[in-house]
């Protein structure tokens, strides 16, 4: 006879039969049932957060720093509503997490029942795929569909919400052998043809840029982008998605292009003949104003999503494929050009970077008052925690700095929200990173805006045993606004100021988290109270550098404006655009 079980036990099988290690949610009316077997499963951990929305970052950090898919669960209405924002977050930045829900009775959908929220209709366009289930029966298929879309093709989000109904009616549980889901078929395998013609491209071009997006890091293909970019002796630029997917410090790596990207990177773009575009967007942050975005150069864009090809930037050679996948046939066909006879020269083409790059290198003022540098702290920070860290920023001044001025020599160690730019991910993006990879080292850079938004999850953190740190830049001010308000609105500082130097106490509030609190104001201290966090490894750490309220993040092309019209600092644009 077939056992018969509760929809809910049918869920907790299913993610068993998923792989799930972990969820990071919070019970509520809806949900409630699939709580109590959760409680017997041996294989999944849940942790218990302190808000969805620290839940869906978890679930996203987890994802990022692994390369497994991320889950998190909450109940209807409100509780999935909180989601919303760690699910489109996911979804601009092509995080793999699913995302479980609990609705109201099936009965009761679409009456404005207590809790009631269409959450499939809300999440629909930050979505890969969702689901509404009210058959228990179906379960099991759902669920593993759900991982199969989450993962495979480009990764992104998907939204499993299921009734109440469902979930405590009785079924037998079928887990699917093989998920087939006609009309999805993501391209993983580049097509030869095109290669070969982008192959030609690249060796007959003069100024050649690898133009490196944060796809190569999902595709895990960091160890073969490196044999590509050494066999080619062709620049790389890795945009804030991608950093770590190339070495720091290696010859070719001009770091990051953009709007706060180094001079070297945004001119090796606005002046290349080619971009060699792989796992990235043309995202409007990278480009600036699209219609004067590198001139002059022809396109090879490969990417595992055809829509993205073409979409902002006209392509001359089109590549759909995994990044993996695409790059290993690359650099086959290139090594076929030089083997018969080839011989690319970029001896011009170097000469003109490496003047960028001697002439325009990143730095920062040390600021005249005796106050900190916050750009210090996070050299400093980089320099103590090391390249094998992992660092998860939040957004703003301190996310920039640190993708500027932390050295990233592996993948998959920076977590940052790029395309969303969502305040708050840093701490529960942590939590997530730390509880997937417990032996790593793992910081969160934020700042004192973005801290308030979600820094009880540090309470979640205590109590599971996940013993983050974090570095808190605190500039007194919502740091990145007060930036273009002095550039662009007259030093006229209308609601940016937080007063967070006089209140709240951060090393008061870390305590009362049961986290150790530490607090620096002056650059003789900052080693030391880094190697003090980095000795702390029972409980979370939180140290308050109390920075200098008026430091920039430089470069910058502000938005809108052209690359051409990229400022190397206040009141300094570099000439770069003229030179050849």
């Known amino acids: 006879m077939t056992e018969q079980i509760t929809g809910s036990e049918s869920l907790v099988r299913a993610l068993e039969h998923a792989g799930v290690e972990v969820v990071f949610g919070i019970p509520g009316g809806a949900i409630l049932p699939a709580y109590d077997p959760i409680m017997d499963s041996t294989q999944i951990r849940h942790i218990l957060v302190r808000h969805e929305q620290g839940a869906g970052h978890a679930a996203e950090g987890y994802a990022t720093a692994t390369g497994k898919?991320?889950?998190?669960?909450?109940?209807?209405?409100?509780?999935?509503?909180?989601?919303?924002?760690?699910?489109?977050?996911?979804?601009?930045?092509?995080?793999?997490?699913?995302?479980?829900?609990?609705?109201?009775?099936?009965?009761?959908?679409?009456?404005?029942?207590?809790?009631?929220?269409?959450?499939?209709?809300?999440?629909?366009?930050?979505?890969?795929?969702?689901?509404?289930?009210?058959?228990?029966?179906?379960?099991?298929?759902?669920?593993?569909?759900?991982?199969?879309?989450?993962?495979?093709?480009?990764?992104?989000?998907?939204?499993?919400?299921?009734?109440?109904?469902?979930?405590?009616?009785?079924?037998?549980?079928?887990?699917?052998?093989?998920?087939?889901?006609?009309?999805?078929?993501?391209?993983?395998?580049?097509?030869?043809?095109?290669v070969r013609q982008a192959a030609k491209m690249i060796v007959a071009a003069e100024r050649p840029v690898l133009y490196v997006g944060g796809g190569v890091v999902k595709a895990d293909a960091a160890e073969d982008l490196y044999r590509l970019a050494e066999l080619t002796g062709i620049p790389v630029v890795t945009t804030l998605m991608a950093r770590g997917a190339f070495p720091d410090g290696h010859r070719q790596n001009l770091g990051m292009p953009g709007m706060h990207g180094t001079v070297a990177a945004v001119g090796a773009l606005q002046q290349a003949d080619l971009l060699i575009a792989v796992g990235t967007r043309f995202d409007?942050?990278?480009?600036?104003?699209?219609?004067?975005?590198?001139?002059?150069?022809?396109?090879?864009?490969?990417?595992?999503?055809?829509?993205?090809?073409?979409?902002?930037?006209?392509?001359?050679?089109?590549?759909?494929?995994?990044?993996?996948?695409?790059?290993?046939?690359?650099?086959?066909?290139?090594?076929?050009?030089?083997?018969?006879?080839?011989?690319?020269?970029?001896?011009?083409?170097?000469?003109?970077?490496?003047?960028?790059?001697?002439?325009?290198?990143?730095?920062?003022?040390?600021?005249?008052?005796?106050?900190?540098?916050?750009?210090?702290?996070?050299?400093?920070l980089s320099a103590i925690a090391g390249p094998e860290a992992i660092y998860a920023a939040g957004v703003g001044q301190h996310q920039m700095w640190s993708a500027q001025f932390i050295d990233f020599q592996h993948p998959r160690t920076w977590l940052n929200s790029g395309g969303a730019g969502t305040m708050g991910y840093a701490v529960p993006a942590a939590m997530g990173a730390k509880v997937g990879r417990p032996d790593a080292t793992v910081w969160a850079v934020d700042g004192d805006g973005c801290f308030q938004m979600t820094n009880q999850e540090l309470a979640t953190c205590t109590i599971n045993d996940i013993p983050i740190k974090v570095a808190l830049i605190n500039n007194g001010?919502?740091?990145?606004?007060?930036q273009w308000q002095t550039l662009f609105y007259n030093e006229r500082y209308s609601n940016t100021d937080l007063n967070t130097h006089m209140f709240p106490d951060f090393v008061k509030l870390a305590e009362a988290y049961?986290?150790?609190?530490?607090?620096?104001?002056?650059?003789?201290?900052?080693?030391?109270?880094?190697?003090?966090?980095?000795?702390?490894?029972?409980?979370?750490?939180?140290?308050?550098?109390?920075?200098?309220?008026?430091?920039?993040?430089?470069?910058?092309?502000?938005?809108?404006?052209?690359?051409?019209?990229?400022?190397?600092?206040?009141?300094?644009?570099?000439?770069?655009?003229?030179e050849d």
């Open 69 to 194: 898919v991320g889950v998190c669960m909450a109940t209807s209405g409100p509780g999935a509503t909180n989601l919303v924002t760690a699910i489109a977050d996911a979804y601009m930045d092509s995080v793999p997490i699913v995302a479980i829900t609990g609705q109201v009775p099936s009965a009761a959908i679409g009456t404005d029942a207590f809790q009631e929220a269409d959450i499939r209709g809300i999440t629909m366009p930050v979505t890969k795929h969702n689901y509404l289930i009210t058959d228990p029966d179906e379960i099991p298929q759902a669920i593993a569909e759900a991982f199969h879309v989450a993962a495979t093709g480009r990764p992104g989000p998907v939204l499993v919400d299921i009734s109440k109904d469902a979930l405590q009616g009785m079924t037998t549980f079928r887990w699917p052998g093989q998920v087939q889901l006609p009309g999805y078929k993501p391209t993983t395998t580049p097509h030869a043809r095109q």
């Open 284 to 380: 409007d942050r990278v480009t600036g104003k699209l219609s004067s975005f590198a001139p002059s150069a022809r396109v090879i864009h490969a990417d595992i999503d055809p829509a993205e090809i073409g979409k902002n930037k006209p392509v001359d050679v089109p590549i759909v494929g995994d990044a993996k996948a695409s790059i290993i046939a690359l650099t086959d066909a290139i090594q076929a050009q030089l083997d018969s006879g080839a011989q690319p020269d970029y001896t011009d083409w170097w000469r003109t970077i490496d003047h960028w790059t001697g002439t325009y290198p990143l730095g920062y003022d040390v600021p005249d008052d005796g106050s900190l540098s916050p750009q210090y702290v996070i050299e400093r």
């Open 477 to 482: 001010a919502l740091g990145m606004v007060r």
């Open 514 to 578: 049961g986290c150790v609190g530490l607090r620096c104001d002056t650059a003789a201290d900052v080693d030391a109270v880094i190697e003090k966090a980095m000795a702390v490894t029972d409980r979370p750490v939180v140290i308050d550098f109390q920075v200098h309220k008026d430091a920039m993040v430089w470069p910058m092309v502000a938005a809108g404006a052209s690359n051409d019209d990229i400022q190397h600092a206040r009141d300094m644009a570099p000439q770069w655009a003229r």
